[in-house]
Nanobody, 123 residues
Framework: QVQVAEVGGGVVQAGESLRLSCVVS????????MGWFRQAPGKEREFVAA????????YYAESVKGRFTISKDNAKNTLDLQMNSVKPEDAAVYYC????????????????WGQGTQVFVSS
């Protein structure tokens, strides 16, 4: 059974960069479309970015487009999220998720979720 686990959260200053990683185990990541979601206190979980099984097609929420980059390395079974020009509103728990088939921004379509990693933004 496939599992995903996030690493790399922490404190980042506004305007700086942070890189999150997600490690896939149990199955090869090439079988799954994958995405990043986030949830801030008192808010619903929201879509951040997603990529196709091959890691070629990428999709972003408008709020992060041009600042965040999602990348998938199927040889290493990892999914990364490079966060640049971080803003205070980016503070949240970030979740890695996987699904069979096509990538989507709909959280309910993902069947595999990590435990999440906290990102704090200091200003």
């Amino acid at each position: 059974q496939v599992q995903v686990a996030e690493v790399g959260g922490g404190v980042v200053q506004a305007g700086e960069s942070l890189r999150l990683s997600c490690v896939v185990s149990g199955r090869t990541s090439s079988e799954y479309a994958m995405g990043w979601f986030r949830q801030a206190p008192g808010k619903e979980r929201e879509f951040v970015a997603a990529t196709s099984q091959a890691g070629v097609a990428t999709y972003y929420a408008e709020s992060v487009k041009g600042r965040f980059t999602i990348s998938k390395d199927n040889a290493k079974n990892t999914l990364d999220l490079q966060m640049n020009s971080v803003k205070p509103e980016d503070a949240a728990v970030y979740y890695c998720a996987a699904k069979e088939g096509y990538a989507t921004a709909l959280a309910g379509r993902y069947s595999v979720w990590g435990q999440g990693t906290q990102v704090f933004v200091s200003s």
